[in-house]
Nanobody, 129 residues
Framework: QVQLVESGGGLVQAGGSLRLSCAAS????????MAWFRQAPGKEREFVVA????????YYADSVKDRFTISRDNAKNTVWLQMNSLQPEDTAVYYC??????????????????????WGQGTQVTVSS
């Protein structure tokens, strides 16, 4: 069992930065892939970025590539999301998730919601124009 608590959300102007944190409880944190998803009002929850259990593989959604950076420290049971050059379209509730990639037809997919068993409560990020 893993419990996740996000923090670091807030209100920022376009072009600004925020750093989200996700603190995990449980001794098995290091065995899970970690991901960030986000959900804007009236939209479905979408994949943002994922990192493999040891941090050796990282996958970004095209919309955030080159602006967002994910990192993790298994000794601290924490994953971070550094968000730079924020835009109003980044406004959403950001969720941290823990799980394992979905294996389909010989490929591991880190961007599928179904592979993640544990979710945080979310943190609001609002970017003003």
């Amino acid at each position: 069992q893993v419990q996740l608590v996000e923090s670091g959300g807030g209100l920022v102007q376009a072009g600004g930065s925020l750093r989200l944190s996700c603190a995990a409880s449980g001794r098995t944190f290091s065995s899970y892939a970690m991901a960030w998803f986000r959900q804007a009002p009236g939209k479905e929850r979408e994949f943002v970025v994922a990192i493999s259990w040891r941090g050796g593989s990282i996958y970004y959604a095209d919309s955030v590539k080159d602006r967002f950076t994910i990192s993790r420290d298994n000794a601290k049971n924490t994953v971070w999301l550094q968000m730079n050059s924020l835009q109003p379209e980044d406004t959403a509730v950001y969720y941290c998730a823990a799980g394992r990639p979905t294996y389909l037809s010989g490929t591991y997919f880190y961007n599928l919601r179904g592979g993640y068993d544990y979710w945080g409560q979310g943190t609001q990020v609002t970017v003003s124009s």
